[in-house]
């Protein structure tokens, strides 16, 4: 399938526009819970901003005639012409690959990060989160390096066509390949990482497959990296070599694409987890109605209580009330217990 330059803008402003949703949603959620900001909402709207980089590098590419085209070929043997329009689409390639390596670690950094802020009581899984993001911080550098200096220190050497092209970018290949198949292992890591620790939260059973749902959406990114590693393995060792088209143009473009595909999907994934709130409708005005309506009960109970006995209310009831109610409603309990004090305090001065 040949992209068309329609094909590409349609599909990397759509996708673009998704994530950055996604991200608006997961910022608008933390400040209506009165949430603080951590370092994975700060990493992931890092992300955010370097695929909308990324994303314009790939629109000006399809606009220029870099992607979104096909090669030029000689009418007598229909061989490729190298000429000054392959090198623009190796120039734009080289570019898209330095965003996405960059991008993926990051986004899979940010969403270690948001584990450790959902489990930070497992103390074993803080150790392990910190280990994962220490290899996933080498991977990603490791890889940036290795593909800069694929052709040795002189970078535009990838995107010239000499006779010692060949011998200086041998590694050009082994590094491509190496970079996607990790890709989809860590991925895989990643998105797997929490499955024992939601297996050994105390949840129904179908609530705790709702969570792993919501968490295996990681692996739409994931499916994305799947078919890009397909193509280039295509291409380097000739699995199916009927089914490719070799325009160098025509690859180049697909690869742009499913990188900004997996990019956007990741960042979507990446946000999903924060957005329980609104698919549950859980808004402060409803906490705020939750909050009232569990302590309804305790309020006309313990007021005729200490009506009776003239004594103060027990900090210990207080506790449990808070305790039971859960961590995300703490600051609308703490208001909550203090005015249980304030009217028990004044039914004890003005009995009704």
């Not at 109970?301 to 009506?307: G, I, K, P, T």
């Amino acid at each position: 399938m040949v992209l068309s330059r329609t094909d590409v803008f349609a599909i990397d402003i759509i996708l673009s526009l998704l994530a950055t949703f996604a991200v608006i949603a997961r910022f608008w959620v933390r400040k209506l819970r009165k949430s603080r900001y951590g370092a994975d909402d700060w990493t992931i709207l890092g992300s955010l901003m370097l695929m909308w980089a990324m994303s314009a590098i790939i629109l000006r590419g399809a606009a220029t005639s870099a992607f979104a085209s096909r090669v030029s070929r000689d009418p007598k043997t229909h061989r490729a012409i190298y000429d000054k329009k392959v090198k623009r689409t190796l120039q734009f390639h080289m570019t898209v690959w330095i965003f996405t390596i960059v991008l993926v670690g990051l986004v899979k950094i940010s969403v270690v990060l948001l584990y450790r802020r959902l489990f930070r009581v497992k103390k074993g899984f803080r150790i392990y989160s910190v280990f994962l993001m220490v290899v996933l911080s080498i991977w990603t550098v490791s890889f940036l390096f290795a593909r800069v200096l694929q052709c040795g220190p002189k970078m535009s050497i990838i995107w010239t066509f000499s006779a010692n092209r060949a011998k200086l970018c041998k590694a050009a290949d082994p590094i491509s390949n190496g970079f996607m198949i990790s890709d989809v292992i860590t991925d895989l890591i990643v998105v797997l990482s929490p499955i024992p620790v939601i297996w050994g939260m105390h949840l129904p059973r179908l609530q705790k497959f709702a969570v792993f749902g919501i968490f295996g959406m990681g692996f739409l990114s994931t499916s994305t990296g799947v078919v890009r590693a397909y193509i280039l393995l295509d291409i380097n060792y000739n699995i199916q070599p009927r089914m490719m088209d070799n325009d160098i143009i025509v690859v180049d473009t697909k690869i742009a694409v499913l990188s900004i595909a997996e990019i956007s999907s990741a960042i979507i994934a990446a946000c999903l987890p924060t957005l329980r709130p609104l698919v549950i409708g859980e808004y402060p005005c409803n906490l705020v109605t939750k909050v009232r309506s569990s302590f309804s009960s305790s309020l006309s109970s313990m007021r005729r209580s200490s009506l009776r006995r003239g004594s103060k209310l027990s900090i210990s009831v207080n506790k449990v009330t808070v305790s039971e109610l859960g961590s995300p409603q703490l600051r609308l309990n703490f208001i909550q217990v203090q005015e249980l004090e304030r009217v028990a305090t004044r039914d004890r001065v003005s009995p009704v």
